[in-house]
């Protein structure tokens, strides 16, 4: 299920230039939707820069993709196969785990994220990969601001 020998260059090199393109991404949809929150845990809480660097891969991102990932797409292959239905089906149900922080940011971002898990995950089945590229993405989004709406910093 680890799958450590899909860490290599052939499969990291896409995976960061996506990851490079999508964090731009994030950093124009932040000045438009929510310019104060723009890189706002460097003036807010920069002591907690290092510890989510650390902490969200290995205990956000690696139990999220073992059950939406590695989980997901065994216990449901037979019902959605290998391929562009399971790729769908573990992302909407990843979106939908996202949900609860209610506001529209969160499931609409872990949609485009869970479809990018699913792909590299469905090529690879390495959930060693796909914790690292769920890691960037998860650490871009706290470091930009957008990882306000991920904590329940939108609920009240």
């Known amino acids: 299920m680890w799958n450590a020998k899909e860490v290599n260059r ?4 896409p995976i960061v230039i996506r990851w490079v ?23 807010d809480y920069p002591h907690l820069i290092p510890v989510i660097f650390v902490f969200y891969p290995l205990f956000s991102a690696l139990p999220q993709e073992l059950i ?17 239905r399971m790729l769908v089906a573990s992302a909407v149900v990843f979106a939908y785990a996202h949900l609860l922080y209610i506001n529209p940011v969160a499931p609409t971002l872990s949609l485009l994220g869970g479809l990018i898990f699913a792909s590299t995950y469905l090529k690879t089945q390495s959930l060693a990969l796909v914790t690292i590229e769920h890691g960037l993405y998860g650490n871009s989004l706290f470091l930009i601001g957008l990882g306000y709406y991920f904590y329940g910093g939108n609920v009240t």
């Open 21 to 43: 393109i999508a964090s731009i991404a994030m950093i124009a949809f932040t000045l438009l939707y929510d310019p104060q929150k723009l890189f706002g845990i460097f003036y």
């Open 68 to 84: 939406f990932c590695s989980f997901f797409f065994v216990r449901y292959q037979p019902l959605f196969g290998w391929g562009k």
């Open 10 to 13: 052939i499969n990291l090199t």
